[in-house]
């Protein structure tokens, strides 16, 4: 995590004539503690930042901890300390007390930080409030405290703080999905494409989602929306292509005239994506093998041949579109 444009605030030098009219506000004693404490606290949160971007996380804590102990109003301080301890945890000792215990400061950083910047007027600052929730989505992950119920939590916090960003759609569905409450899932995911119908990545999630459910007609539909949605982007009809590959080789129970089907629409879409861009490797090799699946389901000798022949052609190209560029690379 940068530290680049996160400041604590500048620390600004008290003149005799300002001290002058602090004292005669009366209650020296108390508006003074106040003044120092901000003061000090500044100092510790402006040393604290260098040990924090020298990844010193242990003299960062100690630091952070002085800031908000002098300053607890000094927010953006909680996202860096719970920062600071999350990279002093070791996943490699998980189940260790002392070290689990650090994961537990950091979520309790990470919450005071998502609570108080989130509605700071300060625009920099605020930016660490939705932050520090994607943070503790991944500190209540499997791997780490396995809560998905207080993930579950944070994540609709997150979209309540940003409900057109489709990434915490998509945090949230994976939440479902790995808890197994898949039509859940989906319905966050389609979520996720009313928000933001236009971004191709909502596509890209929503068919990775579907396939991992081995519903090969809903992913395809999605992956061939989203290059209605780039139709200049080369790699969307590429995809297109590997999927067909993939359900006409290696599919289980289709059918003979559903393989065809397959096999041209997979043609079609390395056509595309080789239209936009000449020299695409991938999409040649791709086609090839598209073509070698015809070729194997073709009665006609001479149209097999034919078949046969292009696909070696386009071996060929990527294998020299391959060294050339291996020699540009090494040149």
């Known amino acids: 995590m940068s530290k680049n444009g996160h400041k604590g605030g500048s620390m600004r030098s008290l003149s005799g004539a300002s001290l002058v009219a602090v004292l005669a506000l009366g209650g020296m004693s108390s508006v003074g503690c106040a003044r120092v404490g901000v003061l000090t606290a500044q100092k510790a949160y402006k040393d604290a930042n260098v040990a924090y971007q020298q990844q010193d996380y242990k003299k960062a804590v100690s630091l952070y901890e002085q800031a908000v102990q002098d300053n607890p109003d000094l927010n953006q301080a909680y996202f860096f300390l719970g920062n600071s301890y999350d990279n002093l945890w070791k996943p490699s000792k998980k189940g260790d007390a002392a070290n689990d215990q650090l994961l537990t400061k950091?979520?309790?950083?990470?919450?005071r930080c998502a609570e108080k910047c989130s509605v700071s007027d300060d625009p920099v600052v605020k930016k660490l409030g939705p932050l520090s929730l994607k943070?503790?989505?991944q500190a209540y992950g499997a791997d780490r405290l396995n809560d998905p119920a207080k993930a579950e939590l944070a994540v609709i916090g997150m979209i309540k703080l940003e409900p057109t960003d489709p990434e915490n759609y998509f945090a949230l569905a994976n939440i479902y999905e790995q808890a197994g409450i898949y039509d859940t899932a989906e319905q966050v995911f389609l979520r996720a494409k009313d928000v933001k119908p236009a971004d191709p990545a909502v596509y890209v999630q929503l068919a990775g989602f579907y396939s991992r459910q081995d519903d090969f007609d809903k992913a395809i539909l999605a992956f061939e929306e989203r290059g209605q949605k780039e139709p200049t982007n080369a790699e969307a009809?590429?995809?297109i292509a590997t999927?067909?590959?993939d359900r006409a080789f290696r599919g289980s129970g289709v059918k003979d005239a559903d393989r065809r089907t397959y096999i041209e629409k997979g043609l079609a879409a390395s056509d595309k994506a080789l239209q936009i861009k000449?020299?695409?490797t991938e999409a040649l090799v791709y086609k090839g093998l598209l073509l070698r699946l015809q070729a194997n389901n073709e009665k006609d000798s001479a149209k097999q041949q034919s078949i046969l022949k292009e696909a070696d052609t386009?071996?060929?190209?990527?294998e020299e579109l391959r060294k050339a560029k291996a020699a540009g690379v090494a040149k």
Not at 106 to 111: D, L, Q
Not at 314 to 318: G, P, S, V, Y
């Open 106 to 111: 950091a979520v309790t950083s990470y919450e």
């Open 135 to 137: 943070y503790l989505v």
């Open 237 to 239: 009809f590429y995809t």
């Open 243 to 245: 999927q067909y590959y």
């Open 278 to 280: 000449a020299d695409y």
């Open 314 to 318: 386009l071996r060929d190209k990527a």
